[in-house]
């Protein structure tokens, strides 16, 4: 009996103070949209990436606000589903920025689940590039570019750099030849190289498929960014498609890698920034203002320097030892060398290429 | 009155006060509920992955349709690519279940009978280390020591022998999956090896039964319902295993859960993801069915099915 | 007529411990032999080494005359029943006991007939298709015996097989057990704890202790005359005393002395000298009782009652005697009449002959 009593009269004080707490919150929280959050969590990829985002960004933003930001290392593609399951169901979502593909970046866009950012001041004298193609406004924008290079390991190639993407078919690289593990960043590529032109994207990608079939005798190892640095650390491998990123790693930290762009050219492609929609106002407030923050001339030119990716901020000078290198497009001309292929044809098309991938690798 | 009897007294009183003696009968129930709500969580989630499955996904709005279409599993049927990973799996887990009871076997046995004390130490402490070594890391190590410029190759090649390629094809899968699994149907063969007197065997050989006819009349038909439980439980996960084929096949062997991996991710198609993981339930689930049905019924020690 | 089985100084060691050692024995045919000792005694590694799941660390074991050190267990013609039986639970009674003549080829048009016969043998007719679980406690031992005898083994080994069994039950199956093998002529070799088993079902006895054959004879000669004092402590119930001796005479007479009392008493075995310490033991049923006064036998003393057991057919009585330094002995007494007046507390005359007294040089 005093049990229940006590109980009883415990839940009802407690819900006087839980009403009176919630106003008392909440008034504040209307004053004030500005209110610093502790931290905000921003999803990044690993390795190298991470590492120049925590340098060029996260520290410095956290230097400058207070704000500590921390880096969420889950895969993009297992973020998308739990951010879009998030907004549907009126959760806030688990992370304040997402860095991502532009492709993915701009199927969440068409999903609906992402801020628009085009109130952002940074965003005043960027390239071109930084908006997003075939959406309205800003609900992301693109940070830099990069690029698919073709990175091989110098001892096997005595006679210099390989001229053309169907060195991979040479039985001499049987099993030593390395792709990402869905084609991505070669699939248009893959279409030239096998006696097509860029014109055939994405209609008539059959040149790219018989490509991949005679690929397959050859025995590729498919894989992922940290495999190809892996790879080539072991010996495994002697040539891959890789982003220029990965590969400059892999040489910074002493494997003997090079890269070059074949006579077929390399897909060139950008990552973006994204605010999932959601957050508390605060949260998504000082979300944006990373974003702003990201796009500063400070941020661009450390950030980009040490990725070694060509900025979306105007006029910055490239990393010494890329000055003059394929992979850090500056001139028309290098431009030229690249295949880009615009994010609504890559977000409409590349399931159907993934698809077609897997049909000829794992069958 | 002695003191333990007072603290036992009072622990019952206790007891009695917060689980009255008409709730006896419902003693039972309550340990059940976890374990049942469990299952029950479970099975909703496959009644939502059912619902998923049979919804196509609008690539405009990358939502699922509202509308109900058999679409999801007209893909797996039409696509070669989802057979051809399926057998594959199908097969990688009948070798790899049946290679892992092989090995699991004997060294079950021998763990159980041996009568050298830093033998059995020796058997356990290399039973239990792997466990606290993930797959993922251990699929690593594999790579380090199997590797083109591996140990092994190494030894091999200071041998004056050419090098192997160990690495990336489907033998390596099967490996490294053995490999994980053994310590799992170590640990559920060992009690049904123990459950065994050693006086059984003895029986068996002094009416006349060599060691070999004692293994075959006597210790595999014991030991069976063990052997079956350990065989299920490695084809179960070998089934949905995932980051073994991915590392050590090099990317081009996938089994069936990487597939239902890059729909839900790779393509953000939940509805196809969905529709391949019923497939997989239902097969697995099908085998499994089959397996308990042939190996008769009292197999997991269950009663009241007598012969 | 030349021996079944005979062990020669055989000995077994486990690292430092000596189970058995330089054991030996031989059982002559259709002769039933029980060991018996107390656990850890070594008695079941006796068995195992004849049976052949040892192999002794010295000495040699013959059966029917030939050495068995090399031969395996399943060479040897050896019927045994374990102590939890180890029936196969997956085979039906009458496949248990076929399992011995499949296994050792005999030829399967005989086989049937074989196991119907001895089903019948212990009353089992009836019950081949039974598994082990669905018998009682009782009809699983028949299965064992009749599974350890279908092939007409040379040699019978029983490990304790009667143990787990409630008293009546194993009582019964004592005598069961008795008939099978007289019946059948089978040497068999039992080993056991139990000392009354011993005494009812054997031929021979052979005591252990420690590893030790302590004593080999017929049931009557080892109860009659123990060589030591394990033996004479182990079977029955006995009084031991310490006590020195006093005088030696003719024909193994002696007095020894126990507390303040010279008592006459009659030695066993080894010669026995004036001074020397020895142990004196005096069983529960050859001590008289009276309530005081009377009668005339060769030594009594007065004690108190400490504990009176009422055990139906007798009354065992716990008594303090002070005249051999407050020794406590144990007796039985049958006389319902005593039982009535006699008490707790009460002062009580004992007395026994000369020769109920044993006296056991020391064993050092």
Redesign the interface.
Known sequence: MTIHATLSTGRRRFLQWGAAGAGAMALPGLARAQDKPSEIIVRAWGGAWGESLKAGVADPFTAATGIDVRLDFT?D??I??KL?AAVDQGRIPPIHVNWDTTTNAT?SA???VTVDLSDLPNLEGLLPLAKPTGLDGYPLVNTYAYVYVCAYRPEAFPDGPPQSWTVMLDPKFK?RVALY??GIGFNPIAVIAGGGTFDDVPDNMEPGYAFYRKL?EN?????EDA?FT?WFQ???IDLACTISVNARAARQSGIAVEWTVPAEGCKVDTDGLWVPKGLPENEEYWAKQFVNFALSEQAQAKWCSLLGLPPVYPGLAPPEDLVGDPSYPTTPEDFARLVSVPSPVLV?N??IW??RF??I??? | MPLTWRFLDTIEALVAALWPARWRGATGWAFLMPALLLVGVLVIGLGYMLEYSLHELNLATYRLRDEYALTNYATFLNRPVYGTVLWRTVLGSVLVTGITLLLAFPYAYVLVRTRVPWVRKALLVTLFLPFFIGQVVRAYGWLIVLGREGLVNSLLTGLGLPAQDLLFHFPAVIFGLVQYMLPFAILLIVPAITAIPEDMERASESLGAPWPATFRHVVLPMAWPGLIGAGVVVFTLTMTDFAMPEILGGGTTDFFASAIYDSFFQISNPGLGAALSMVLVTLGSLIVAAVFALAGPGTLGIRGART | MNPVVELTRVSKTFGDIRAVSEASLSVARGDFLTVVGPSGCGKTTLLRMIAGFETPSSGEIRINGDRVDVVPPYRRSIGMVFQKLALFPHMTAAQNIAYPLKMRRFAPRVIPGLVKQYLELVQLGGLGDRRPHELSGGQQQRVAIARALVFSPDLLLLDEPLSALDRKLREEMQLEFRRIQRELAVTTINVTHDQREALVMSDQIVVMDQGVIQQAATPQALYRQPANRFVAHFLGVTTLLDGRVVRVGDDGDVAVQVGDTVLQARGVGQALVTGAPVDCAIRAERIGMAAHGQPGLDNTVDGVVLQRIFEGDRVVYVVRVPALGDAVLSLFDRDADVHETTTEGQSVRLAWQARDLMVFAKQT
Do not use: H, M, V, Y
């Open positions: 895969e593609n297992e998308k589903p879009w199927i068409l999903r609906g099993g593990d869905d397959k025995q590729p190892l498919l894989g495999d892996t072991n010996g495994e409409e590349q399931p993934f698809a897997s049909e690798f794992q069958g």
